[in-house]
């Protein structure tokens, strides 16, 4: 079932079960300034979704946004054959399959369109995460830079997400991305490009969706490269200077 959050953004939630870890997975449907909807992170699109998905209007792009969200690639193409896909760089290598592909280009306004903003956190190898911000709805889309999973689960998703240090009350990025972008100068400047973004909601691909007042959550998910009175002090600052 699709959800709206209003001026050209949506988002489905689908049930995911991973070695019985159930991470649930989402994905954003955007229509851009381009009157083309983007999907990014499919899920499993079923004829009932495809139907849900095609009121909404034309199918143009299938974002994989890192290398880890490609499991329903495949089911999104065969749902919409016109639409192309757009990958990291490494999901080709990975998926030696996947059917025709361009690489994301953050900068390419024939995909993005004047009100979806794509930044490359940076290329940590394994994980090369893509996050966006959708201007009207002042919505920031992210995949697996945070997660949050303090509601009630089985043993396996207790287990994995407290070895992964995101079983909590307040959104957290995992061990496992810490480790992939664990040079910290440079995902510091993304953070901060990420802060200067001027969202209110924010869609996590797993775990839960934060609806109100998102940014100051973000920004103490973010406080373990940027203390929050510094931030805070520097946004003064500016406003100030
Ligand atoms: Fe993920």
Same mark, same amino acid.
């Given at each position: 079932?699709?959800?709206?959050?209003?001026?050209?953004?949506?988002?489905?939630?689908?049930?995911?079960?991973?070695?019985?870890?159930?991470? @649930? !997975?989402?994905? +954003?449907?955007?229509? +851009? @300034? =381009?009157?083309? =909807?983007? =999907?990014? !992170?499919?899920? $499993?699109?079923?004829? !009932?979704?495809?139907?849900?998905?095609?009121?909404?209007?034309?199918?143009?792009?299938?974002?994989?946004?890192?290398?880890?969200?490609?499991?329903?690639?495949? !089911?999104?193409?065969?749902?919409?054959?016109?639409?192309?896909?757009?990958?990291?760089?490494?999901?080709? $290598?990975?998926?030696? @399959?996947?059917?025709?592909?361009?690489?994301?280009?953050?900068?390419?306004?024939?995909v993005w369109g004047a009100d979806l903003e794509a930044l490359r956190l940076y290329n940590g190898g394994l994980g090369d995460e893509h996050v966006f911000f959708h201007g009207p709805s002042q919505t920031l889309i992210l995949t697996d830079l945070f997660m949050w999973f303090d509601e009630k689960t089985n043993f396996a998703t207790k287990i994995f997400t407290a070895l992964m240090g995101v079983n909590s009350e307040t959104p957290k990025m995992s061990r496992m991305m810490k480790w992939i972008y664990r040079d910290k100068a440079v995902l510091r400047e993304s953070f901060r490009k990420i802060l200067d973004w001027d969202f209110n909601r924010v869609l996590l691909a797993h775990s839960r969706n934060i609806e109100l007042d998102a940014k100051p959550q973000i920004r103490e998910a973010m406080s373990f490269l940027i203390p929050v009175d510094n931030k805070a002090a520097s946004e003064n600052q500016q406003k100030t200077g």
């Open positions: 079932m699709i959800n709206s959050g209003g001026n050209n953004l949506w988002f489905v939630r689908s049930p995911l079960s991973l070695g019985g870890v159930q991470v @649930t !997975s989402q994905m +954003t449907i955007v229509k +851009t @300034t =381009l009157n083309q =909807l983007i =999907l990014i !992170s499919p899920v $499993k699109i079923d004829e !009932s979704l495809k139907s849900e998905i095609e009121a909404l209007g034309q199918v143009a792009w299938i974002v994989a946004p890192n290398n880890f969200h490609h499991l329903f690639i495949s !089911s999104a193409k065969q749902a919409f054959p016109e639409a192309k896909i757009v990958c990291p760089e490494g999901l080709p $290598k990975k998926i030696k @399959t996947l059917e025709e592909h361009s690489i994301i280009d953050v900068n390419d306004g024939n």
